[in-house]
Each structure stands twice: as structure tokens, then as C-alpha cells.
């Protein structure tokens, strides 16, 4: 049985109030608004854009893609912001252009892709603990809105200095701290080091949110229960697989679960579909959805049929009546 006070309290980060402590994290390529607004009715208190180009945001000044990451709709607020760079100035200059669109800004120090690390952003500056101070300290003087940062523990696994960055985030007044424990060198091999996060909350008085290899709602329960964490972030155990914050909000509550039916997982691929089909227009749904519809059919008899089906389709049309056929087909058969 979970500790009650998860099923009871409500989270504070700064001024924002979280009915829950399952957040869902911010990702590239796949926490656009469609899937937002997915993952946000089942339980997610907290849901974030994909990161956002604190460069690519100032040098356009205007409306462009970086800006159509800012895209968004009341139903799913309370919205992070999620800004990378390197530069202090730029990423405060980011801060203000989002300041209109976030209840919460959080700065990426986690992320391991070379794309960003090559340019210093992203994990890149756990290797520059005093640049990381510079930049904090920019965002919170244009900033008193709720600000957060996302690490990972270390650059490599003899640069853990997680507990560094998360006291110098503290000392210059972030409000909350997310930590994956894994290194940037491990990028998502491996497992990832629950026992950074317990030492990490120990450290430090500001809430600690933990994130890595959250697959399952024992897996969650497991991570609150196990590193004393304030509250716990969502990220590829979600994909596909929005009834997993729901079984979490339930369990934290002290309420039923019955997993969806293979119909019910169909209905909310047709409304993830047509939520992206509103937003992103034809063209690009084709191509963003069929990731997203492949994952609906995980652990599903024959969804490797299913998959390249739906990676062939051409139209929408098409992808709406694979997935009738396959989830009515699928459910007749359990």
C-alpha cells in the first residue's frame, strides 16, 4: 500500500498547486499538443511542451515552428515550458517570449542527444556546474514564476555530480528539480539509479521529481515509496499507454483498476488521430501518428501486421480503418 501522504497531498512548486504527483514529461518529437491532450485527462497534473530552442525562439521574434511549440489549450493547463541552450542571456530572453504561455519554466540539463550537446546544451553543462549557476540565475532574475531544471546524474559515470548541480539549482532559487539517473554516456541503456534520487532528496529542501524507467504503476508506487520522492515523471512508459497514469492516479487513491479493453484502446487511437489531424493538419499527421498508433498496439496479437500497415498508410482515412480493423478484430478474439 502506498504511503498516504502521495494519495493526500497536494504538490506545491512555487505558486502552482498539483492535484497529483504524476507529471509527464517533456519530449522531443513526442509531447506535442495532440498528445498532451491524450495523456492530460488521464491523470498527468503537470504536462510540458517538447523542448523549445531558447536561440531559435529569440533569433525568430516572431511566429515560426519554435513558436508553434507554444501551442496550446486551456483544458490542458496547468503547461511547463521546457527551454535548452547555453548561453544565459539567450535562454532569459527565451524565458520572457514564454512567459505568456507557461505556468512553469524548466531549463533542460538532461538531455543526451548529440544535436544539443554539441552545441553545450542539454547534459553537455553538467560538465560546467559555474555556467549552470549563470544561466539560473539569468532565468530567475526575468522569471518569478515557478522554475524548475531537468538533469541526469552526471556527464559520464566518473562525473556524477548530480548533488552539485541540484545545490547550486537550489541556492539560486529553482523551485523544484527533476533527476533521470542515468549519465549522459548512458544515454537509455542500462538502469537507471534510483538510489541518486533518495540521495538527492536527502540534499535538498526544494521538491525532488523523479523520472527513469517508470513502465508500469508498480514501477511508479515503487519509485515514490522507495526514494522518498515528491512526485514522479512520466516519459516513454507513456507512450502509447495513457491508461498508466490513470492505473497510478487510481492506486494512489486507494481505488479500483480494471485495464482498458482492446476496444477501448481502439476509441482513444481514433481520438488521438483525430486530435492530430485538427492540430497538425493532414500531412503531418501522417507522419507523426504512425509511431504513436504502432505503440497503441503494443502486446497485442498480431500488431506487427498492424504496424506496417499503418507505416504504409497514405491517408487518414486508411489509418481509421486499420485501426477498426484490427482492435475490433483483436477483441473478438480475447
Given at each position: 500500500?502506498?504511503?498516504?501522504?502521495?494519495?493526500?497531498?497536494?504538490?506545491?512548486?512555487?505558486?502552482?498547486?498539483?492535484?497529483?504527483?504524476?507529471?509527464?514529461a517533456?519530449?522531443?518529437?513526442?509531447?506535442?499538443?495532440?498528445?498532451?491532450?491524450?495523456?492530460?485527462p488521464?491523470?498527468?497534473?503537470?504536462?510540458?511542451?517538447?523542448?523549445?530552442?531558447?536561440?531559435?525562439?529569440?533569433?525568430?521574434q516572431?511566429?515560426?515552428?519554435?513558436?508553434?511549440?507554444?501551442?496550446?489549450?486551456?483544458?490542458?493547463?496547468?503547461?511547463?515550458?521546457?527551454?535548452f541552450?547555453?548561453?544565459?542571456?539567450?535562454?532569459?530572453?527565451g524565458?520572457?517570449?514564454?512567459?505568456?504561455?507557461?505556468?512553469?519554466?524548466?531549463?533542460?540539463?538532461?538531455?543526451?542527444?548529440?544535436?544539443?550537446?554539441?552545441?553545450?546544451?542539454?547534459?553537455?553543462?553538467?560538465?560546467?556546474p559555474?555556467?549552470?549557476?549563470?544561466?539560473?540565475?539569468?532565468?530567475?532574475?526575468?522569471?518569478?514564476g515557478?522554475?524548475?531544471?531537468?538533469?541526469?546524474?552526471?556527464?559520464?559515470?566518473?562525473?556524477?555530480?548530480?548533488l552539485?548541480?541540484?545545490?547550486?539549482?537550489?541556492?539560486?532559487?529553482?523551485d523544484?528539480?527533476?533527476?533521470h539517473?542515468?549519465?549522459?554516456?548512458?544515454?537509455?541503456s542500462?538502469?537507471?539509479?534510483?538510489?541518486?534520487?533518495?540521495?538527492?532528496k536527502?540534499?535538498?529542501?526544494?521538491?525532488v521529481?523523479?523520472?527513469?524507467?517508470i513502465?508500469?504503476?508498480?514501477?511508479?508506487l515503487?519509485?515514490?515509496?522507495e526514494?522518498?520522492?515528491?512526485?514522479?515523471?512520466?516519459g516513454?512508459?507513456?507512450?502509447?499507454?495513457?491508461?498508466?497514469?490513470?492505473?497510478?492516479?487510481?492506486?494512489?487513491?486507494?481505488?479500483?483498476?480494471?485495464?482498458?479493453?482492446?476496444?477501448?484502446?481502439?476509441?482513444?487511437?481514433?481520438?488521438?488521430?483525430?486530435?492530430?489531424?485538427?492540430?497538425?493538419?493532414?500531412?503531418r499527421?501522417?507522419?507523426?501518428?504512425?509511431?504513436?498508433?504502432c505503440?497503441?498496439?503494443?502486446?497485442?496479437?498480431?500488431?506487427?501486421?498492424?504496424?506496417q500497415?499503418?507505416?504504409?498508410?497514405?491517408?487518414?482515412?486508411?489509418?481509421?480503418?486499420?485501426?477498426?480493423d484490427?482492435?475490433?478484430?483483436?477483441?473478438?478474439?480475447?
Amino acid at each position: 500500500m502506498m504511503h498516504k501522504k502521495y494519495a493526500e497531498s497536494i504538490m506545491d512548486i512555487r505558486s502552482l498547486k498539483l492535484h497529483n504527483p504524476i507529471i509527464l514529461a517533456p519530449m522531443a518529437g513526442i509531447s506535442d499538443l495532440p498528445y498532451r491532450l491524450i495523456m492530460k485527462p488521464a491523470g498527468a497534473a503537470l504536462v510540458f511542451t517538447e523542448m523549445v530552442s531558447a536561440v531559435g525562439l529569440v533569433r525568430a521574434q516572431g511566429r515560426n515552428r519554435t513558436f508553434e511549440l507554444l501551442d496550446s489549450r486551456p483544458e490542458e493547463r496547468p503547461l511547463g515550458v521546457q527551454l535548452f541552450g547555453s548561453d544565459p542571456d539567450y535562454l532569459a530572453q527565451g524565458a520572457q517570449l514564454v512567459a505568456s504561455h507557461a505556468d512553469l519554466i524548466d531549463l533542460n540539463l538532461g538531455c543526451p542527444v548529440p544535436k544539443v550537446t554539441k552545441g553545450g546544451g542539454g547534459s553537455a553543462l553538467l560538465r560546467e556546474p559555474a555556467q549552470i549557476r549563470r544561466i539560473v540565475a539569468a532565468m530567475r532574475m526575468v522569471w518569478d514564476g515557478p522554475l524548475t531544471i531537468k538533469i541526469r546524474s552526471g556527464w559520464d559515470f566518473e562525473n556524477l555530480n548530480y548533488l552539485e548541480i541540484g545545490k547550486i539549482a537550489q541556492e539560486e532559487g529553482v523551485d523544484a528539480i527533476t533527476l533521470h539517473p542515468r549519465t549522459r554516456s548512458q544515454g537509455f541503456s542500462g538502469v537507471a539509479d534510483w538510489s541518486h534520487l533518495r540521495q538527492l532528496k536527502e540534499a535538498l529542501t526544494i521538491p525532488v521529481i523523479g523520472s527513469g524507467d517508470i513502465f508500469t504503476a508498480n514501477d511508479g508506487l515503487r519509485m515514490l515509496a522507495e526514494t522518498g520522492c515528491d512526485a514522479i515523471m512520466i516519459g516513454r512508459g507513456g507512450y502509447g499507454n495513457p491508461w498508466l497514469l490513470a492505473e497510478l492516479v487510481a492506486r494512489l487513491h486507494g481505488q479500483p483498476w480494471q485495464a482498458p479493453s482492446v476496444e477501448a484502446r481502439g476509441e482513444v487511437a481514433h481520438q488521438h488521430l483525430n486530435l492530430a489531424l485538427e492540430i497538425l493538419g493532414e500531412r503531418r499527421t501522417l507522419g507523426e501518428m504512425r509511431k504513436h498508433l504502432c505503440w497503441y498496439a503494443r502486446g497485442l496479437a498480431g500488431a506487427a501486421a498492424f504496424r506496417q500497415t499503418i507505416n504504409n498508410a497514405e491517408e487518414i482515412a486508411t489509418m481509421h480503418a486499420r485501426i477498426d480493423d484490427f482492435f475490433v478484430t483483436e477483441a473478438l478474439t480475447v
